[in-house]
C-alpha cells in the first residue's frame, strides 16, 4: 500500500468521519484513518460502529481504526473486516488516554500487559493477513513517565508481524500537554528497524513535518489536532516536504467556502439536516480561529441549524489571512494528570483473573464508541 506522502491523519473521535476526511484528501495526498470503533461493536453490527469505519466512495486506500482489549474480539472484527471488504488497513488503537478507556485496562494502559499487547497485535496480523490487510500500531510512549512502554511495545508488535508502527509521544499521563517528547520517536526508530515507524505530536505546519522528520528519521508524519479546521494543512505539509515554498493561506471568504463545503459533505453523509449542522458546531472555532469575526457572529455560527442559515450567516464574510492568530496548536491541550488505571494495574505486567474478567467487559462499556 503506498500513498503520495508520508503523511497520516490521526483518528480523532467526532472529527475524522468520512465528510472530514474528504476534505483533507481534496487539498492533499496521505492515508486518512477512521474515527476509533470498538472491535466488540463492529463484531455485533451497532449501527455506530459501522457508520463510524463508513467510507466515501471514492476514498481508497480505505482505513479504519479498531479498539480492543482482548485477542477473540480483535481478530472477529478484523476477520469480519476482511470478509465484507470493509477497509484496506487497519490501525490498532493503544493510545487513547481518557479515562472511559484507561479505567478498563485499554488504549494507552493496554501495552503494560505485555503478553496481552502481543496476542492482541498478533491476533489481529492473523485474521487481517488472511485478506491481505495490513495492520499498524497507534500507541503513546507509555503511562507515565515511570512507566515507559513503547520500546517494548513496538519490538513485540514488529516481532508479530505488524506492518508499521505511530508513536504518539507522550504518555498518558501527560493527555495533550506540553511538548512531544519527539526524542522518544527518535529513539523507537532506533530500536526497531524492520517496519517503518510514524511519529505523531505537534505537527501544526508544513515546517513542522520537515523538522519531525529530519530530528528523528521517522519515515512519516501522523497529523491529528494540527488540522482542525484547517483541511488545508495536508496541501501545506505535501509541499514542504517536496520542497516547495507554497502555502495554503485562505482569506476569511475562502474559509467561509470551506465550512459550507464541509457542512454540505456533513449533511450528505448524515442523511438529517439538523443532524449535520450540529455536528458542524464544533468545527466552527477551529474554523475561524484568528479572524475577524465578531462575538455575536461566532455565536450564532455556534447554534447554526440548517444549511440556509449558514448561507445567510457566512454571506459576506471577508478578510485577509491573519497570519499567526490562525497558525499553531488547535484544540484542548489540558494539563497533565494520573491516569485512570484499574485497581493494581501497575503493580504487575501480568493479567490476573480478576483483570482478565475486567478486561473482557471493556469494550462493552464504550461499545458502539
Not at 132 to 142: F, L, N, S
Not at 305 to 317: I, K, R, T
Request: aromatic letters at 6%.
Amino acid at each position: 500500500m503506498r500513498v503520495g506522502a508520508p503523511v497520516v491523519l490521526a483518528p480523532m473521535a467526532g472529527v475524522t468521519n468520512a465528510p472530514f476526511r474528504v476534505l483533507c484528501r481534496e487539498y492533499g495526498p496521505g492515508l486518512f484513518i477512521s474515527e476509533m470503533t470498538t472491535a466488540r461493536a463492529l463484531v455485533e453490527r451497532t449501527p455506530g460502529a459501522l457508520k463510524a469505519i463508513a467510507h466515501d466512495p471514492g476514498e481508497t486506500p480505505r482505513s479504519v481504526q479498531l479498539y480492543g482489549t482482548e485477542p477473540a474480539s480483535i481478530g472477529a472484527a478484523c476477520d469480519l473486516i476482511g470478509r465484507r471488504d470493509l477497509a484496506d488497513h487497519i490501525d490498532l488503537n493503544f493510545g487513547c488516554p481518557v479515562p472511559k478507556v484507561t479505567r478498563k485496562g485499554g488504549g494507552a494502559a493496554l501495552p503494560w500487559k505485555t503478553v496481552l499487547f502481543r496476542q492482541i497485535v498478533g491476533r489481529a496480523v492473523e485474521a487481517a493477513g488472511g485478506w491481505g490487510i495490513p495492520v499498524t500500531v497507534k500507541m503513546r510512549m507509555g503511562i507515565d513517565a515511570e512507566h515507559l512502554t513503547f520500546l517494548e511495545a513496538g519490538r513485540a508488535a514488529a516481532e508479530v508481524g505488524a506492518a508499521a508502527l505511530t508513536l504518539h509521544a507522550r504518555t498518558a499521563a501527560e493527555h495533550y500537554s506540553g511538548a512531544a517528547h519527539w526524542e522518544a520517536i527518535a529513539e523507537l526508530k532506533r530500536e526497531v528497524t524492520a517496519i517503518p515507524v510514524l511519529g505523531n505530536g505537534d505537527v501544526f505546519s508544513g515546517e513542522d513535518a520537515v523538522a519531525m522528520l529530519e530530528q528523528t528519521g521517522c519515515d512519516g508524519v501522523v497529523v491529528g489536532r494540527g488540522c482542525q479546521g484547517r483541511p488545508w494543512l495536508f496541501a501545506d505539509i505535501a509541499a514542504a516536504l517536496a520542497g516547495r515554498p507554497e502555502r495554503v493561506r485562505p482569506g476569511l471568504g475562502q474559509v467561509a467556502k470551506v465550512i459550507r463545503r464541509h457542512a454540505e459533505l456533513l449533511v450528505a453523509h448524515e442523511g438529517s439536516e439538523p443532524h449535520a449542522l450540529a455536528q458542524m458546531r464544533g468545527h466552527m472555532a477551529w474554523y475561524l480561529r484568528g479572524y475577524p469575526v465578531g462575538g455575536e457572529l461566532r455565536r450564532r455560527l455556534g447554534l447554526v441549524g440548517s444549511l440556509a442559515e449558514l448561507d445567510h450567516l457566512l454571506e459576506g464574510l471577508d478578510a485577509p489571512y491573519p497570519g499567526e492568530a490562525a497558525e499553531g496548536r488547535r484544540g484542548r491541550a489540558g494539563t497533565p494528570k494520573a491516569p485512570t488505571l484499574p485497581d493494581g494495574w501497575l503493580s504487575t505486567r501480568e493479567v490476573t483473573p480478576a483483570m482478565a474478567r475486567m478486561i473482557a467487559e471493556a469494550e462493552v462499556a464504550i461499545v458502539g464508541g
